[in-house]
């Protein structure tokens, strides 16, 4: 394998590639062993999906779902029961392919704390590279840049457990965009941060996506997060139960609720004025919005 | 009856280069029997000031009373027991869990306060029901063994089983789902409405601060800023959006359709008192 | 708060011995502590104590920092210098009761007591120097010379950074978790040494288990950055010599040609012992 060049072409055939989605995913079935019963845990049934590039896709799901489940197929660290996942059109299950899927398709976890490797916040930067051999000036560079980008320029010499938990995720961020992935795959990475952690983070996702084109696949169970997204699937017992543009989605609000979800304050008010009969957009997400429809009752 | 914070100060390494002021002259008197929401931004000073109310830290001056007592100023033995009538879930509390099954866990706190063993039974299938677990199918699980909102149950219960007087949660539902928080705050609000005694609820959530508490203290840069009703606090929407904190999104449109409707009343933080009051003004049920 | 403890004792003052390629370090302290033990006179030792002292003043680090390096080992220090002296045979010096003092026994203790406080000191005025990151790297490197490690050395030098990474994180769990336990009302500081022991349980056992979780969310997250082992790993930082390092190659030689000259040396005038 020639990560040299993987690491400079983008993509594989130039056009070819710019029309195949980025992640395809095709009757995906997963299910994890017990113990103490015969009976596994089915994850994932039948999932269909496709995210192409350039586009902010979010996932959500309550725990349990199958979310992260699929998030961890995506990246080859499952393998499925059935069905396939491609990533630009390399299969997961082929172990040939692996690392080039992980270059391809870079991940985002949870927790801050575990997955910052190094005690210097530019070595952890360069990790990344360091494991798929970029030589030294490239990585300096890169890691110059990628400081950048995520606005932690005045932290390369920090050392994480000094950061706050939306810096840590950050300089995670950083070190995936870094080894120049064509998507990222973020797997709940606000749910343990403050809500200004949140807001830093995803600032500095939706920034990634608008700005830089970079293709998102943003799993989360805050709602909130995903106003901004092309599309959102929602998960529920492993099934995709929902697939829509956010108002679409979001205006759903008993489906939501039926399966423990929030939905944003606006849009429930908006739900229940409807019930009782009022004449206000089911997809009100924003105060203004909600100020205008109620102000037009007059 | 209450917990009386007197000028309470707290300074970490001092004399250090790394000297951080944490509390900086805390007054503030919390009444019996109140569902205090406990905000601030991280760093504001709240879990400082709560972990100085049930004794496990020093002032550096200042002092707090329970109930007229001095907590620094008695013996170290009477400091524990204060330690048991202020019961303090630490955040991610699951990652406290220690014994082989689920009823021997709930059961360290009430043992280390010397109870008899008929007692102790009896809290902890007390405590263990109150967090919406079934006693029977869960005492002999390992905890390790459970799913993430049941374990944060089990750790609850297990400051529960000592009932407290004073029960403080810190971010109980922090990496909960919406399902596994409203769990988790609805079984608080029924032990709260059950006992009737003080639960101090530290949240970032003021979706959640507005639908449970009936006081609200404010931390900001180490002092208590404002300590009263959510009505009240929530009215300084400007000062609090500068603390770094926010009011419930609802608030924000009530106070929208104020400025054009000066009949609405803003003070709600809820989106079923929105709901009336919009209704209330623009007219009842419109059924076509 | 265990926040801001600093780990090692890593003392960063920008100086040329900071900026030396820790190998280069390593080296030079490995060579002196053989030398120390090389030398035999009080030449030699008077060339030791110079060039520790030179090292000293170039860090720029404070004395008190390499004194408090040697405080835990005073009571060695000292033990060994009375036991040197009053139980070695030779020629009597003086002599009181059962307890006497040779020509060789003085000899050998001021020998004994000096060597060891320029081991001690030597040792740290390099982990004082360097920062255990760049620790890491020269004895990852180090190692990779001698045949048969190459392969363990990058295994090693990776849990080691991993270890100092983690340390503080882990510090804080500890912390947080005996809070927690002590707010169900745990006791850990009277009762005997087993109850003690037993009062343990409620700290270790949690502290295990999220350190195993780490580790395996660890593995994972690694894994997602391609890291596959040393095997056509590259480095931000290549550690490269640089004059400085030539300069310092060159003092060590010296140093270690004096010291070991000055054993052959016929001293023209006369050594109070010797």
Redesign the interface.
């Known amino acids: 394998m020639n990560e040299q060049t993987a690491f400079v072409t983008h993509g594989q055939n130039g056009q070819d590639a710019e029309r195949q989605p980025i992640i395809r995913v095709e009757n995906l079935s997963y299910a994890y062993p017990v113990e103490d019963s015969d009976q596994p845990k089915q994850a994932l049934s039948d999932v269909n999906l496709t995210v192409a590039r350039g586009e902010f896709v979010g996932i959500i799901g309550h725990n349990g779902s199958g979310k992260s489940t699929l998030s961890k197929i995506l990246n080859g660290i499952l393998s499925p029961d059935s069905g396939d996942a491609w990533i630009e059109g390399m299969n997961t299950k082929d172990p040939e392919k692996i690392w080039k899927i992980r270059k391809t398709a870079g991940m985002v976890f949870q927790n801050p704390d575990n997955q910052l490797v190094s005690s210097v916040v530019e070595t952890d930067v360069a990790f990344g590279m360091e494991n798929l051999g970029v030589p030294s000036e490239q990585i300096k560079e890169k890691v110059t840049e990628v400081l950048d980008l995520v606005g932690m320029s005045d932290y390369r010499k920090a050392r994480p457990h000094q950061l706050s938990g939306g810096q840590k995720q950050r300089i995670a961020i950083a070190g995936i965009l870094a080894m120049q992935p064509d998507c990222i795959i973020f797997d709940e990475p606000t749910a343990m941060l403050d809500p200004n952690g949140r807001a830093e983070v995803m600032k500095t996702i939706t920034n990634l996506n608008r700005k830089h084109g970079m293709t998102v696949l943003h799993i989360t169970h805050y709602m909130t997060e995903l106003v901004g997204a092309d599309r959102i699937i929602v998960m529920d017992g492993g099934r995709i139960v929902a697939t829509g543009t956010p108002r679409e989605i979001f205006s759903q609000v008993a489906m939501l609720k039926d399966i423990g979800l929030d939905v944003p304050q606006m849009t429930e008010l908006a739900y229940l004025l409807n019930q009782d009969g009022y004449d206000i957009p089911r997809d009100v997400l924003k105060i203004t919005e909600m100020v205008e429809a109620l102000c037009h009752l007059k | 009856m209450s917990l009386k914070i007197e000028h309470l100060d707290h300074i ?2 001092q004399n ?1 280069p ?1 000297e ?1 002021k944490a509390l900086d002259d805390v007054n503030v008197e919390l009444e019996n029997g109140h569902f205090i929401a406990l905000i601030g ?2 760093g504001s000073g709240k879990s400082t000031l709560i ?1 100085h109310l ?1 004794g ?1 830290i020093a002032p550096t001056s200042g002092t707090v009373y329970l109930n007229g007592v001095d907590i620094f100023g008695q013996s170290k033995a009477d400091l ?1 027991k204060t ?2 009538s202020v ?2 879930v ?1 955040q991610y ?1 699951e ?4 014994e082989e099954t689920v009823a021997k866990d709930v059961a ?2 009430p043992k ?2 010397k109870l008899s063993e008929e007692e102790i039974q009896e809290r902890v299938k007390w405590a263990i029901e109150m967090v919406g677990l079934d006693f029977e199918k869960m005492k002999d699980v390992s905890p ?2 459970l ?3 049941q374990m944060r149950r089990v750790a609850i219960a ?2 529960l089983a ?1 009932r407290p007087e004073v029960l403080i949660l810190d971010e109980p539902t ?7 928080r409203d769990m988790i705050l609805g079984q608080i609000e029924k032990l709260h409405k059950a006992t009737g005694n003080t639960v101090i609820l530290v949240s ?1 959530s003021m ?1 959640d601060v507005g639908r449970y508490a009936d006081r609200i203290l404010v931390m900001y840069k180490g002092k208590a800023v404002y300590y009263d009703t959510p009505t009240v606090v929530f009215r300084h929407v400007d000062e609090l959006e500068k603390m ?1 904190l ?1 009011v ?3 608030k ?2 009530m106070r ?2 104020k400025k ?1 409707n000066p009949e609405v009343n803003d003070d709600i933080f809820t ?2 008192a ?2 009336a009051e ?2 209330r003004v ?1 007219g009842g ?4 | 708060m265990f926040k801001d403890i600093t780990l090692g004792q890593y003392y960063p003052t920008g100086s040329v011995i900071h900026q030396l390629d820790p190998r280069t370090k390593i080296n030079f302290t490995l060579a002196y502590i053989i030398l120390l033990f090389v030398v035999n006179n009080p030449v030699g030792y008077l060339i030791a104590i110079g060039m520790l002292a030179l090292v000293i003043v170039l860090s720029k680090i404070p004395f008190v920092y390499i004194a408090r390096g040697l405080k835990p080992l005073i009571f060695i220090i000292v033990l060994t210098f009375i036991l040197n002296m009053f139980m070695t045979p030779g020629q009597v010096l003086w002599h009181w009761k059962v307890l006497h003092i040779t020509r060789e026994g003085l000899k050998l203790s001021i020998f004994m007591a000096l060597r060891l406080t320029l081991l001690v000191a030597g040792t740290s005025i390099m982990t004082l120097a360097t920062s255990p990151m760049d620790l890491t790297d020269g004895m990852e490197a180090g190692m990779s010379v001698i045949p048969g490690l190459k392969r363990v050395a990058h295994d090693l030098a990776m849990m080691m950074s991993i270890a100092l990474r983690f340390i503080p994180t882990l510090m804080e769990e500890t912390d947080k978790i005996m809070k927690a336990q002590k707010a169900r009302g745990a006791d850990f500081e009277t009762g005997n040494l087993i109850d003690r022991a037993k009062a343990l349980i409620p700290i270790l056992v949690p502290l295990f288990v999220s350190a195993f979780r780490r580790a395996d969310e660890l593995a994972t997250a690694m894994e997602a950055r391609c890291y596959r082992g040393g095997n056509g790993r590259t480095r931000m930082y290549v550690l490269t010599y640089t004059k400085r390092d030539a300069v310092a190659y060159l003092v060590l030689a010296a140093m270690a040609a004096a010291m070991i000259g000055s054993r052959f040396i016929q001293y023209p005038w006369p050594f109070p012992f010797g």
């Open positions: 970490y390494a250090s790394f951080f931004h991280t972990q049930n496990l524990v330690r048991f019961g303090l630490f509390p990652h406290q869990l220690f360290f706190g280390n306060l390790f063994e799913s993430g909102g297990g400051v000592m922090a990496g909960l789902d919406p399902h596994g970032h979706e770094g926010a419930p999104e609802v924000y449109l929208a359709l054009q989106v079923e929105a709901k919009i209704e623009f049920e419109r059924h076509v």
